[in-house]
């Protein structure tokens, strides 16, 4: 077995499964814009506990895509082409919640911040949505051919295993986003939040479940899967947690079950980064789309000194807004416009 | 139209889109890290209504340049496959490490830095601007360690019709790379220099024809304050200011992007000969620059092209540093391309129905003639403007007149117009190659591709057409938001990024952020958040 290539795998798993846990989050607390506050100041309480750290929580996606292109070029190709369609509607989500974050509160009218809340939600629910099924696709098979491109269409990825995958992804983010939300509010939103998650949680980790269990069937192993059973576990801490209030235990309860979680479904894939439903001989595995041990050795130096770093200073961040956002701490939203800009547009003379 | 056609077409229209968006993060970003800088020295409530106000600019800006940058790290896989097939061992690692080591500090630090101007110590905030700027300099380095790859491979071999890395170095500090980044930087900071210059121009023509600023006898500049929030001397200061940094930093960057080009210039006659032949639709051998050439510049054949206005001797200048050594015209380039590369695409299926194919190795010549003289044209434009605006503005303030005050506002797309027409030139120039070969006689020169193998044998034309005609809506329709909002919070003036001046008109420093000199109390309980969505 390839050392090199066998570390890039696991570097891998560990930037989805950092990415799953950072933005999870903020995916969830976009889509609960729509499904939990009530009124513009609960969605602003919403909106500020991720403000500061939504776009640093992004980058792990692109890290993990770009990681994916540098260390498995095949991989990454036939991945991202298999899935134009579906990572077409992921690009388009989440470029209009990236600039409704921003633009939401350039403007100070009930039709602006609506049309904004609207991109938030469904750009989170949509990207959740894609990536999930992305990553189940991976770890399930698509139809590729020799070469590692698509047959049979634009559509030809779709399977159970997509849409399953899709789910748990949005429902883990949601489940993350109200666990995060009881540990970063104050007031109403803190104690609904946490009401909700104690509600939801038996539901809300099904699907994930479901997609750890079928990539078990499909390719587990002994210890893999004890990670499902020891997952379960974790999830009901979680809910004993929330259930008597100790959010920031019930929070760390939760990434541990999506760490577990993760570890499952890419243990029982691996070696194999993405099956072909067509032949097992077209399967991309960690040593026949990997990139040389010489750049492989590279990358693994400059990300043992890098991601210590990234998580030092975004650690450093979260202590930084440490403080829990509560309707209070809200500013009033501002209209300068009339100020200077009326005078201006009024005709002179 | 088929699916190479329209994955070309969409690479280019996102790719310059987004290079709109990215110069001026880049530029804007080091302009507000040094204003804040000399707030953080000086104490003067000037620089920081300068600082609020162009950091608001700066992160309306930012956020388009963030969303449409993923783009374009997905779309080497979604529609480029073979390409990204055959380069990823040397390709995909620069990009990694811009996400690891650039857009991590980028995105995390300005994060402090817009919410942090509370929670954080003076000096401390200042430094996230300072590390979240220099990210985005490393991110530029990076993506331009990739593009360079592209243009002139190095430090590689072929190992089963791969190229494989074997020295890091080599691409890393690529001479393509390290003439290309600064070069980038400044063509940035041209952008930024442009825009500051505008916008600060339109203000103080506001001040004047407002009669909030007036005009004295010997022509100097006397400034007023008016009943308006922000409208005080202070925001003379900041307009007169902001003028005159702009208009250096033009001056300055247009020199520097001149220095830098011409550098460039020198390494891709050797680098890649056809580029720059074409860049000049020079048939024939010769030392002449032509200045303006006629003739059907994008014929097939280039004998249809008349230089009219050649000037002797400059060609080689650019080329080689003399005036006298010939540089090759295309007629003499595409016999030796022919000979080293091939007539025809080989006859494999990675070239679909393009296999077997005669191979077009002039570029569109409208496109690299023109796409040269814009870049310089433009940016030349600009200095100048520059120049003739610190002239007109010795006295203190702008000329009364409305129309050189649109003159200066439309200046504002100079410098985006230079740097869009640089790209579109080098990019194009580079065809019909997607990674250009190496003349370089080390061995290395068969390490190339050609761009009609480079797409994604898999995905179908109707899927890259659906997502051109997506990507290019959705652009359009936020192109619209971010200017709106842009001329929105323009016309504001400071007050639109620094609302507490309508309540509080003078000794903003007091009032609403803690001082530069320490006096301030980060976290206090009972506060609203200094910043919120």
Same mark, same amino acid.
């Given at each position: 077995?390839?050392?090199?290539?066998?570390?890039?795998?696991?570097?891998?798993?560990?930037?989805?499964?950092?990415?799953?846990?950072?933005?999870?989050?903020?995916?969830?607390? +976009?889509?609960?814009?729509?499904?939990?506050?009530?009124?513009?100041?609960?969605?602003?309480?919403?909106?500020?506990?991720?403000?500061?750290?939504?776009?640093?929580?992004?980058?792990?996606?692109?890290?993990?895509?770009?990681?994916?292109?540098?260390?498995?070029?095949?991989?990454?190709?036939?991945?991202?082409?298999?899935?134009?369609?579906?990572?077409?509607?992921?690009?388009?989500?989440?470029?209009?919640?990236?600039?409704?974050?921003?633009?939401?509160?350039?403007?100070?009218? *009930?039709?602006?911040?609506?049309?904004?809340?609207?991109?938030?939600?469904?750009? =989170?629910?949509?990207?959740?949505?894609?990536?999930?099924?992305?990553?189940?696709?991976?770890?399930?098979?698509?139809?590729?051919?020799?070469?590692?491109?698509?047959?049979?269409?634009?559509?030809?990825?779709?399977? +159970?295993?997509?849409?399953?995958?899709?789910?748990?992804?949005?429902?883990? =983010?949601?489940?993350?986003?109200?666990?995060?939300?009881?540990?970063?509010?104050?007031?109403?939103?803190?104690?609904?939040?946490?009401?909700?998650?104690?509600?939801?949680?038996?539901?809300?980790?099904?699907?994930?479940?479901?997609?750890?269990?079928?990539? #078990?069937?499909?390719?587990?192993?002994?210890?893999?899967?004890?990670?499902?059973?020891?997952?379960?576990?974790?999830?009901?801490?979680?809910?004993?947690?929330?259930?008597? +209030?100790?959010?920031?235990?019930?929070?760390?309860?939760?990434?541990?079950?999506?760490?577990?979680?993760?570890?499952?479904?890419?243990?029982?894939?691996?070696?194999?980064?993405?099956?072909?439903?067509?032949?097992? *001989?077209?399967?991309?595995?960690?040593?026949?789309?990997? =990139?040389? *041990?010489?750049?492989?050795?590279?990358?693994?130096?400059?990300?043992?000194?890098?991601?210590?770093?990234?998580?030092?200073? #975004?650690?450093?961040?979260?202590?930084?807004?440490?403080?829990?956002?509560?309707?209070?701490?809200?500013?009033?939203?501002?209209?300068?416009?009339?100020?200077?800009?009326?005078?201006?547009?009024?005709?002179? *003379? | 139209?088929?699916?190479?056609?329209?994955?070309?077409?969409?690479?280019?229209?996102?790719?310059?889109?987004?290079?709109?968006?990215?110069?001026?993060?880049?530029?804007?970003?080091?302009?507000?890290?040094?204003?804040?800088?000399?707030?953080?020295?000086?104490?003067?409530?000037?620089?920081?209504?300068?600082?609020?106000?162009?950091?608001?600019?700066?992160?309306?800006?930012?956020?388009?340049?963030?969303?449409?940058?993923?783009?374009?790290?997905?779309?080497?896989?979604?529609?480029?496959?073979?390409?990204?097939?055959?380069?990823?061992?040397?390709?995909?690692?620069p990009l990694a490490l811009e996400a690891?080591l650039a /857009?991590?500090?980028?995105?995390?630090?300005?994060?402090?830095?817009?919410?942090?101007?509370?929670?954080?110590?003076?000096?401390?905030?200042?430094?996230?601007?300072?590390?979240?700027?220099?990210?985005?300099?490393f991110s530029a380095y990076f993506i331009i360690v990739a %593009?360079?790859?592209?243009?002139?491979?190095?430090?590689?071999?072929?190992?089963?019709?791969?190229?494989?890395?074997?020295?890091?170095?080599?691409?890393f500090? %690529?001479?393509?790379?390290?003439?290309?980044?600064?070069?980038?930087?400044?063509?940035?900071?041209?952008?930024?220099?442009?825009?500051?210059?505008?916008?600060?121009?339109?203000?103080?023509?506001?001040?004047?024809?407002?009669?909030?600023?007036?005009?004295?006898?010997?022509?100097?500049?006397?400034?007023?304050?008016?009943?308006?929030?922000?409208? $005080?001397?202070?925001?003379?200061?900041?307009?007169?200011?902001?003028?005159?940094?702009?208009?250096?930093?033009?001056?300055?960057? /247009?020199? @520097?992007?001149?220095?830098? @080009?011409?550098?460039?210039?020198?390494?891709?006659?050797?680098?890649?000969?056809?580029?720059?032949?074409?860049?000049?639709? &020079?048939?024939?051998?010769?030392?002449?620059?032509?200045?303006?050439?006629?003739?059907?510049?994008?014929?097939? %054949?280039? $004998?249809?092209?008349?230089?009219?206005?050649?000037?002797?001797?400059?060609?080689?200048?650019?080329?080689?540093?003399?005036?006298?050594?010939?540089?090759?015209?295309?007629?003499?380039?595409?016999?030796?391309?022919?000979?080293?590369?091939?007539?025809?695409?080989?006859?494999?299926?990675?070239?679909? $129905?393009?296999?077997?194919?005669?191979?077009?190795?002039?570029?569109?010549?409208?496109?690299?003639?023109?796409?040269?003289?814009?870049?310089?044209?433009?940016?030349?434009?600009?200095?100048?403007?520059?120049?003739? &605006?610190?002239?007109?503005?010795?006295?203190?303030?702008?000329?009364?007149?409305?129309?050189?005050?649109?003159?200066?506002?439309?200046?504002?797309?100079?410098? /985006?117009?230079?740097?869009?027409? @640089?790209?579109?030139?080098?990019?194009?120039?580079?065809?019909?190659?997607?990674?250009?070969?190496?003349?370089?006689?080390?061995?290395?020169?068969?390490?190339?591709?050609?761009?009609?193998?480079?797409?994604?044998?898999?995905?179908?034309?109707?899927?890259?057409?659906?997502?051109?005609?997506?990507?290019?809506?959705?652009?359009?329709?936020?192109?619209?938001?971010?200017?709106?909002?842009?001329?929105?919070?323009?016309? @504001?003036?400071?007050?639109?990024?620094?609302?507490?001046?309508?309540?509080?008109?003078?000794?903003?420093?007091?009032?609403?952020?803690?001082?530069?000199?320490?006096?301030?109390?980060?976290? $206090?309980?009972?506060?609203?958040?200094?910043?919120?969505?």
């Amino acid at each position: 077995m390839e050392l090199l290539p066998t570390i890039w795998f696991i570097a891998i798993a560990v930037l989805w499964t950092g990415y799953l846990f950072l933005e999870g989050f903020d995916l969830g607390v +976009g889509m609960l814009m729509k499904l939990f506050a009530r009124n513009n100041t609960e969605r602003r309480v919403l909106l500020n506990t991720i403000g500061p750290v939504w776009d640093g929580n992004e980058v792990w996606l692109l890290t993990a895509g770009g990681a994916t292109f540098a260390a498995f070029p095949l991989w990454y190709a036939s991945l991202f082409s298999a899935l134009y369609l579906p990572l077409l509607l992921v690009l388009v989500a989440l470029i209009f919640r990236a600039v409704a974050f921003e633009y939401r509160g350039k403007v100070d009218t *009930d039709r602006w911040r609506a049309v904004w809340d609207w991109a938030i939600a469904a750009g =989170s629910l949509v990207a959740a949505f894609g990536v999930g099924a992305a990553l189940a696709l991976t770890t399930t098979g698509l139809p590729l051919n020799a070469n590692g491109d698509r047959e049979g269409g634009p559509f030809a990825w779709f399977s +159970g295993y997509a849409v399953l995958g899709g789910f748990a992804v949005v429902c883990f =983010s949601l489940l993350h986003a109200l666990a995060f939300l009881a540990l970063k509010t104050d007031g109403d939103v803190r104690h609904r939040a946490r009401r909700w998650f104690v509600r939801l949680l038996p539901v809300l980790v099904l699907p994930i479940a479901g997609w750890a269990i079928s990539v #078990q069937l499909l390719s587990g192993e002994a210890w893999t899967m004890a990670a499902v059973a020891a997952a379960v576990v974790a999830a009901a801490f979680a809910w004993h947690f929330g259930r008597n +209030g100790l959010e920031g235990r019930a929070f760390l309860s939760l990434g541990v079950f999506l760490l577990l979680g993760s570890a499952s479904i890419f243990g029982a894939a691996f070696p194999v980064v993405l099956p072909s439903t067509i032949n097992a *001989d077209f399967n991309l595995t960690i040593s026949n789309a990997s =990139s040389s *041990d010489y750049t492989l050795g590279l990358m693994t130096i400059v990300a043992c000194v890098g991601l210590p770093l990234v998580l030092a200073y #975004q650690a450093w961040t979260y202590w930084v807004f440490r403080r829990r956002v509560s309707a209070a701490h809200i500013p009033e939203a501002h209209s300068f416009l009339p100020a200077i800009a009326a005078r201006a547009l009024a005709p002179k *003379d | 139209m088929d699916a190479l056609e329209i994955a070309r077409w969409q690479f280019g229209i996102t790719t310059v889109y987004h290079f709109m968006m990215v110069p001026l993060t880049i530029g804007l970003g080091l302009v507000v890290a040094v204003i804040q800088t000399v707030w953080y020295r000086t104490g003067k409530p000037e620089y920081l209504r300068m600082t609020k106000f162009w950091g608001k600019l700066f992160l309306i800006n930012f956020i388009m340049g963030v969303a449409t940058g993923i783009v374009q790290e997905f779309q080497f896989g979604m529609a480029w496959s073979e390409y990204s097939r055959f380069v990823g061992d040397v390709f995909g690692a620069p990009l990694a490490l811009e996400a690891l080591l650039a /857009f991590f500090v980028e995105s995390t630090f300005l994060g402090l830095w817009i919410f942090g101007w509370k929670q954080l110590k003076q000096g401390v905030h200042l430094a996230c601007l300072w590390i979240a700027v220099i990210g985005s300099v490393f991110s530029a380095y990076f993506i331009i360690v990739a %593009n360079s790859w592209m243009q002139h491979p190095v430090g590689v071999e072929m190992i089963n019709g791969r190229p494989v890395m074997t020295d890091a170095w080599a691409v890393f500090t %690529n001479n393509t790379a390290l003439v290309a980044v600064p070069h980038t930087l400044f063509g940035a900071l041209a952008v930024a220099g442009g825009f500051l210059l505008g916008i600060a121009w339109y203000h103080l023509w506001r001040r004047r024809h407002d009669g909030i600023d007036t005009v004295g006898p010997d022509g100097k500049v006397i400034p007023g304050e008016a009943d308006i929030p922000g409208r $005080d001397k202070a925001d003379y200061k900041v307009w007169i200011a902001s003028l005159r940094i702009g208009a250096v930093v033009a001056m300055i960057s /247009f020199a @520097g992007t001149a220095l830098t @080009g011409d550098l460039q210039g020198k390494l891709m006659f050797e680098q890649q000969p056809m580029k720059m032949a074409a860049a000049e639709a &020079a048939c024939h051998d010769g030392t002449g620059f032509s200045v303006l050439s006629v003739g059907n510049v994008g014929s097939k %054949n280039c $004998d249809d092209i008349v230089a009219v206005i050649e000037v002797p001797g400059i060609l080689s200048f650019l080329a080689k540093g003399d005036f006298t050594t010939e540089v090759k015209g295309v007629n003499s380039l595409l016999d030796q391309y022919k000979a080293d590369y091939g007539t025809h695409l080989p006859d494999n299926p990675i070239y679909g $129905d393009r296999a077997g194919q005669e191979i077009e190795y002039v570029p569109v010549m409208e496109v690299t003639y023109w796409g040269f003289r814009m870049m310089i044209g433009f940016g030349g434009l600009a200095a100048l403007a520059a120049l003739v &605006a610190l002239w007109a503005t010795r006295k203190g303030t702008v000329p009364a007149s409305r129309g050189l005050m649109r003159l200066a506002v439309v200046g504002i797309m100079a410098p /985006f117009g230079a740097n869009a027409a @640089g790209w579109i030139f080098t990019e194009m120039g580079r065809q019909p190659f997607v990674v250009a070969p190496n003349p370089d006689p080390s061995g290395i020169d068969q390490v190339f591709m050609f761009t009609a193998a480079a797409v994604s044998p898999g995905v179908s034309a109707g899927e890259l057409l659906t997502s051109l005609v997506v990507l290019t809506g959705v652009y359009a329709v936020l192109l619209v938001v971010e200017v709106r909002l842009l001329v929105k919070y323009i016309r @504001g003036g400071v007050v639109s990024a620094m609302p507490e001046l309508a309540h509080a008109p003078v000794d903003e420093n007091e009032d609403a952020t803690p001082g530069p000199d320490g006096t301030g109390k980060p976290g $206090d309980a009972d506060d609203v958040l200094a910043f919120a969505y």
